[in-house]
């Protein structure tokens, strides 16, 4: 069966900007979505910033006839603010929620307590199985002080992980989301480079959108120019990736993004634009053995130097989140230790006049107690402090060491190390045995 | 090539008790455990509850020669506590940390500071591809009230979620370690009935070791034999689980535990039996069409309707899990809101006498800042846990609603709806175009 099954898929991605009574016009925006989306009819519908339940719940009773089947990842304090939209049965789901995502104290950045993830959907089109993957990494706010840059480099290789360790049983991948990386950013080099992920808008045959397929544009109402600085026309945050398998060839016929308006409507749909990529899957056969290579294949088997150089660079970041973690609670400890002492020496002042039974002028007692009230705030608040850096640390600890065996295992590929690969079975004598 | 490579592969299992100054004889037992792995050479060494790290470098630097691949999971504040030992160059690693894991302030039972995860490890074996698993879910402390059933059932979610869908591309799966579930507890039917894993103790060919295959045994001296009751010979909490693929099949050829002593030393290794598993694995071929089909079948494909149930059940389990979890957080809004309205009282009664400008007595001084700092201390509390419990909800919810998909996807299953099968293509016409 040689190229005889075509399938083609419309995928639609949206970073919704869904924060009531901050995000402008959500309400509005949310019925606009809506409207478009039932009138569009994509196959699969990916939506992040959907943080209300209550929009998913508008959305999905709107979408009831275009997309049947729909799921809401649920994940941290607020949500993940995931959900997708599909024509298609949705068979299972996973989350997998980012083991760093900003810190809890950062709250006028919110993105702790949005539990970061990726979501993943099984869904049967056309009889080849996809897995759909939705994700949103941490915001970048400040390009040159970036201090969520190593969260960011850890969050885009659990990435990676999660998706090529999920998808073995794919007949093609894809991923949608809000990346919070420039297409160069080294977080999106390591996905693209490990995954095999192809971008849709380098890939397409066809394109109609911004220039660049910039996704957060100066031109968008409610983009706030100054904070796009030094990108004066806009930056390419949103991605809709894809690969194929050894059995699936998938191409993209074409892509496009609105250009921060929408016909007839007073405002966009959201502060990023949205996209679309058309997919056109082919079937074809292999023989046996040449399917088995493939699909056990890393698909990078090709750039293997290239992939060293970007691990070890992930590396290095990794470790500049883990001495300013270090830092941060050593600091937090310090602190906690002079409140400590803090507490210590009031209690001696204060029972100096006790001890010298009323010859000494007493310890004002309204200042004794707000004294001890601060001492304890400063101890819980540090302990508090000090278990979140710790954890943080033994997450980056976690990222580094995967990235270190990572960065051997790729070495002994370059030295010409034979690799798990079951073909192997045959041409050497079962090392088991040998060792027993 | 049918039945032509045989490889054996010897698996062990131990949960360390590692606790220092709080597990006895610590720095011995962990001597003794590496002179024995050091001795005995298994292929795979699966290890739980090694919560300090110097204690994995320890045995790391004692197995150099017998496991030279070794990875350690970090995750928590403490840690995961998971390591694993191999014979075999280990090729990559990924940790999935459980959403749900007990409670902070539950300090004396301490599951949510170790936190708990299931590490996977991926090693080639005499050219197979082996997804290795090593895990340890929250423990029960009272099996009549088990207030953490929900959080170990979600556990058991993740984790069969977990392997599932990570172990597409391996030619073995091996899963060892402290379920800290019975034979026949709703997560571990859970486990075994969706992932179609095999308890090696119950396939076994030759058995060696505690009457009915127990790993927590009232022969153990460090067992507090009041804890086992009302199973006085002891409980079977501690698994090595195995299955093959389309295209190996495996088998356990014996298996053996500890039983209480270890001859010629003064204690046992630990409180838990260790385990260990001879699995033997045969290659064999298969035609493409069956292949296919084998794989990309669900292994449970057999017994929906008992999977039904059991994931009813599950559901059944979270929805009480829910509950508690809701009337928890709304005890702590509740609480929360008193310790409000107190500061208010105490603000309005402080402010009468200075409104009265003298005519009444004044709020004594030190109440004053002492009851303020009880206020402030409730509603600091009551904040935090609201948004423990919130990401507690979201969790359970998320679960649940799992679930609930699954259970609409097995039923459409009883029914003969077609599923996800690379076959069905040549069957039916692409739906993705039709439904353009």
Redesign the interface.
């Known amino acids: ?1 040689a190229n005889t ?6 995928v639609f991605s949206l970073n919704c900007w869904g924060i009531h009574y901050l995000s402008k016009h959500c309400c509005q925006r949310y019925a606009m979505i809506g409207d478009m989306l039932c009138k569009e ?1 994509h ?1 699969i519908v990916l939506l992040q910033e959907v943080w209300s339940e209550k929009d998913y719940i508008f959305l999905k009773k709107k979408l009831a006839c275009s997309h049947p089947h729909s ?7 607020i ?1 993940s603010g995931l959900a997708i939209f599909s ?11 980012y ?1 760093l995502n900003g810190y809890p104290y950062m709250a006028h950045h919110g993105d702790w307590f949005g ?1 970061k993830a990726v979501g ?1 959907a ?8 996809a897995n759909v993957y939705v994700t949103h990494l941490h915001a970048e706010y400040s390009r040159e002080n970036d201090s969520y840059l190593p969260h960011r480099v850890v969050q885009a290789w659990e990435l990676q ?2 998706v090529r ?7 093609i991948v894809i991923l949608g989301g809000d990346l919070n990386m420039h297409p160069q950013d080294l977080g999106n080099r390591l996905l693209r480079s490990y995954t095999g992920l192809r971008d849709s808008y380098l890939e397409t045959a066809k394109f109609d959108g911004c220039e660049n397929g910039l996704t957060l544009i100066a031109e968008n109402p409610f983009i706030n120019k100054k904070e796009l600085v030094p990108f004066e026309k806009g930056i390419r945050i949103d991605y809709i990736l894809f690969k194929g398998s050894s ?1 699936v060839d998938v191409s993209c016929v074409s892509m496009s993004t609105t250009k921060g308006f929408v016909p007839d409507q007073p405002f966009p749909y959201s502060d990023h634009e949205a996209l679309t990529a058309e997919l056109r ?1 082919e ?1 074809h056969a292999l023989t ?1 053995t040449v399917r088995d290579m493939q ?2 294949q890393d698909p990078a088997t090709g750039n293997v130097a290239e992939l060293v150089d970007i691990v070890t660079e992930a590396r290095t970041e990794v470790k500049v989140g883990l001495h300013c973690a270090e830092r941060m609670r050593y600091t937090a400890t310090r602190i906690g230790v002079m409140g400590l002492a803090l507490l210590c020496l009031e209690l001696a002042i204060a029972a100096v006049p006790w001890l010298a039974m009323g010859t000494e002028q007493p310890f004002p ?2 200042s004794f ?2 004294l001890a ?1 601060l001492c ?2 400063i101890l ?1 608040t540090t302990f ?1 402090l000090y ?1 979140f850096y ?2 943080e640390l ?2 980056l ?2 990222a580094e ?2 990235m270190r ?2 960065v051997g ?1 790729l070495q ?1 590929k370059l030295r010409g190390f034979p ?15 040998a ?2």
Chains 1, 2 share one sequence.
């Open positions: 069966m099954d075509a399938v083609s898929v419309r009819e196959d799921h809401y990842f649920k994940s941290g304090v949500g024509k298609h049965r949705i068979h299972d789901t996973f989350l997998y929620r083991s539990g993943m099984i869904l049967n089109i056309g009889g080849l199985i992980h999660f360790h999920t998808s073995g049983g794919a007949d059995k899957m079937s046996e699909s056990k007692r309204t107690y707000l009230a304890f705030a819980a508090l278990i710790t954890m033994k997450s600890q976690g060491d995967q065996l990572a295992s002994e690799l798990a690969q079951p073909n192997n079975v045959q041409q050497r004598p079962p090392e088991g045995e060792e027993q």
